[in-house]
């Protein structure tokens, strides 16, 4: 389905809200959810048939991104990094305590930060560790990704990564423009991103895809359009392209970005209109939230055949796993529960040293956000929901349950956001860029009256 870029209704509407990456969001997480909680969960989960998914984080970077606004540690101090490994290693050892080694590892990802910090002996290291406590699923199947600074790696290391069992690569590409990544200190040519894509597909690496930014300092939609024109060339997989939101009051770095460097709203529209046109002409499908990717991508496929899934890292093919969290700030989801590590490396640490795990917040779930969820879920990935179908699937009567919300529809339907039928929810075209707006109506944490946040400005 094509996708419409209404101005009118993206500045109204402004894409303000939660990404969804889990519903509830991280924001319901409460100080209830302890260690003790979690290990009684984590074992319950034992008596299901549900395979596993791990995720690392690997918090250091070499240098500072202006525009970053991850959980980040810049150094270049070895005995700080050595430190951080060995808790992780310990973190390791007490989550695999808790789950049975016949529950395979199906999907790893290692973000950060930057994994590829870690150099050849670490990271190896680091993968003995996990598949001595774990059990790999070692088939192609597999969806084992890892986030790659370019700057990090070169054409030899990125064979390593394949033969240490990585299958999926995500490069941090952001804008290939000179002055733009003067301006957020972060340089790497086309020609070093291309030898690395070589090296990537010789090894047989799948799903390759890149991160873009728009609104960094300097952009237009010249500029721009030739870093499309270069990407579109390398074709990457996979493509995401984010927005770049300037709080330089709640991120320090940002405050090397001159607030008059950065483009105009007007300027961010147009950047974001012509990159969609551009991708769309280029055979690239939008999949949502940000994501494009190429017809034979297996997200397109998936998204065909109703195997599409949103997970913490966006858009994922794989069946539901119970996500196991390692590394500081990580959230793992377990069954019903969300947990979450410590976001304060120092913090981390010393929980792990006193023999504990460094789990400080999470949330129980319980039915009703369970089927609010599914639903966010179906409206995120197929643009589409039919009442009678998704009741059947979870065992309630849609209209009944949901009859307020579905009043509140009215005014999306009235925007030509969705059609909405008897039969159930369509997304138009136009509704396509607003998604997060259509899923906060059943978001039942937000009061979309009192907050208003379906039409606040984030643009
Ligand atoms: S964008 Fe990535 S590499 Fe740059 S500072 Fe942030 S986490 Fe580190």
């Known amino acids: 389905m094509q996708v419409f870029f209404d101005e009118d209704l993206i500045v109204r509407y402004g894409g303000r809200g939660p990404r969804y990456t889990s519903y509830p969001t991280a924001l319901q997480f409460n100080d209830e959810l302890t260690a003790d909680v979690y290990r009684a969960k984590a074992k319950e989960s034992n008596d299901s048939d549900v395979p596993l998914s791990l995720y690392v984080h690997i918090p250091f970077c070499h240098s500072l991104c202006y525009y970053c606004g991850c959980n980040k540690i810049v150094t270049r101090n070895e005995e700080r990094v050595a430190r951080y490994m060995e808790m992780l290693y310990r973190e390791i050892e007490m989550q695999s305590e808790l789950f049975d080694r016949k529950r395979k590892i199906e999907q790893l990802h290692f973000g950060g930060g930057t994994p590829t910090y870690l ?109 499309l024109d270069t990407v579109i060339a390398m074709q990457p997989d996979r493509l995401a392209v984010y927005n770049y939101a300037h709080l330089p009051q709640r991120f320090k770095g940002q405050r090397m970005i001159n607030a008059e460097d950065i483009p105009a709203p007007e300027t961010k529209l147009d950047l974001l209109h012509h990159t969609i046109d551009k991708l769309c002409d280029a055979g690239f499908i939008y999949i949502g939230m940000d994501h494009f990717a190429l017809p034979e991508d297996e997200l397109v496929l998936a998204r065909k055949n109703g195997t599409l899934q949103r997970n913490f890292q966006g858009y994922s093919t794989h069946r539901q796993c119970d996500l196991i969290a390692l590394g500081v700030s990580g959230i793992g989801g377990i069954g019903n529960m969300f947990a979450q590590n410590s976001v304060s490396t120092i913090e981390y640490e010393e929980i792990i040293e006193s023999g504990e795990l460094p789990i400080v917040k999470g949330l129980l779930i319980d039915d009703d956000d369970l089927i609010r969820a599914a639903v966010i879920q179906d409206l995120m990935c197929y ?56 899923a906060m109506t059943f978001d039942r944490y937000i009061d979309l009256e009192e907050n208003d946040n379906r039409f606040s400005k984030a643009i």
């Open 383 to 438: 643009d589409s929901l039919s009442f009678d179908d998704f009741g059947a699937r979870h065992g309630i009567d849609f209209r009944e349950y949901f009859a307020s919300e579905i009043q509140k529809l009215d005014v999306l339907e009235k925007d030509d956001l969705i059609v909405l039928s008897d039969a159930g929810i369509e997304i138009t075209p136009r509704g396509r860029l607003l998604l997060r707006n259509i």
């Open 119 to 227: 150099d050849k002996p670490q990271l190896a290291a680091l993968m003995d560790h996990l598949r001595a406590s774990f059990t790999f699923d070692e088939s192609d199947e597999r969806e084992f990704s890892i986030e790659v600074d370019p700057r990090t790696v070169d054409a030899e290391r990125i064979r390593e990564l394949w033969d240490l069992g990585f299958n999926r690569l995500s490069l941090g590409i952001q804008d290939f423009n000179e002055d733009v990544q003067k301006a957020v200190n972060r340089a790497q040519s086309p020609a070093e991103v291309r030898a690395l894509m070589d090296s990537a597909r010789e090894s047989g690496f799948g799903s390759i895809s890149f991160d873009l930014i728009y609104g960094l300092p300097h952009q237009t939609v010249e500029s721009f359009d030739k870093t």
